[in-house]
């Protein structure tokens, strides 16, 4: 059983069904106590970094994700999701994260090494560079195009967590991960072929649903 964390910023109702097509049974909980049980979980994530924060705090879920994390269960976030899994963000002021990924999160600067400005927020389709192939998570997953929508990026000194990465200006973290915790920064479940494959990876060979 996959657990959906339900903390009132996350595109569920996309999740949910992205699951249903792989046959992966899951529940939704907007407290550790309705979803405590379940084999893997999914945290994902749209809006500001600080809001979140606080959110998944009023929702007891601070604490309750820290310690399936050091549990060894499978735990997958998405998007701003993923953002919150490293130490801090610069968005809305200098905001402390879970801390289970080293790094923090960064806006794009909007000028690149050339000195020309381009779009922000990061949007549309980009370009995965695979980094990590023989990743459990990367079964069958190519260099592809996925889905991206956001503002900020993650900024890491540890290039051993980097599974994937996609070129917009810069090198941006697409897939991270170490041991039993991954991550996206684009929305898998609105990506296509990689998409969907990188989810039934993530239920049925990592949590083995």
């Given at each position: 059983?996959?657990?959906?964390?339900?903390?009132g910023m996350?595109n569920?109702?996309?999740?949910?069904?992205?699951?249903?097509?792989?046959?992966?049974?899951?529940?939704?909980?907007?407290?550790?106590?309705?979803i405590?049980?379940?084999?893997?979980?999914?945290?994902?994530?749209?809006?500001?970094?600080?809001?979140?924060?606080?959110a998944?705090?009023?929702?007891?879920?601070?604490?309750?994700?820290?310690?399936?994390?050091?549990?060894?269960?499978?735990?997958?976030?998405i998007?701003?999701?993923?953002?919150?899994?490293?130490?801090?963000?610069?968005?809305?002021g200098?905001?402390?994260g879970?801390?289970?990924?080293?790094?923090?999160?960064?806006?794009?600067?909007g000028?690149?090494?050339?000195?020309?400005?381009?779009?922000?927020?990061?949007?549309?389709?980009?370009?995965?560079?695979?980094?990590?192939?023989?990743?459990?998570?990367?079964?069958?997953?190519?260099?592809?195009?996925?889905?991206f929508?956001?503002?900020?990026?993650?900024q890491t000194?540890?290039?051993?967590?980097l599974?994937?990465?996609?070129?917009?200006?810069l090198?941006?973290?697409?897939?991270?991960?170490?041991?039993?915790?991954?991550?996206s920064?684009?929305?898998?479940?609105?990506?296509?072929?990689?998409?969907?494959?990188?989810?039934e990876?993530?239920?049925?060979?990592?949590?083995k649903?």
């Open positions: 059983m996959i657990g959906i964390i339900d903390y996350g569920l109702f996309s999740v949910s069904k992205a699951l249903e097509r792989l046959g992966v049974p899951y529940k939704m909980g907007d407290r550790p106590e309705k405590g049980d379940c084999d893997g979980y999914i945290l994902p994530g749209v809006g500001a970094f600080p809001d979140a924060m606080k998944l705090d009023e929702h007891g879920f601070i604490p309750f994700i820290k310690q399936k994390a050091a549990d060894d269960v499978p735990i997958y976030g998007c701003l999701g993923m953002q919150l899994l490293f130490e801090s963000s610069e968005e809305g200098e905001t402390k879970l801390g289970l990924f080293p790094g923090r999160i960064v806006k794009f600067p000028v690149n090494p050339k000195g020309q400005n381009y779009k922000v927020p990061h949007m549309g389709w980009n370009k995965l560079k695979i980094h990590q192939p023989s990743q459990l998570l990367l079964t069958d997953v190519g260099e592809e195009y996925v889905y929508v956001h503002s900020f990026v993650a000194d540890d290039d051993s967590i599974y994937a990465t996609a070129d917009y200006h090198d941006v973290p697409a897939i991270i991960g170490k041991e039993n915790l991954v991550a920064q684009f929305h898998p479940e609105k990506s296509g072929r990689p998409g969907m494959q990188l989810l990876n993530f239920c049925k060979v990592m949590v649903q």
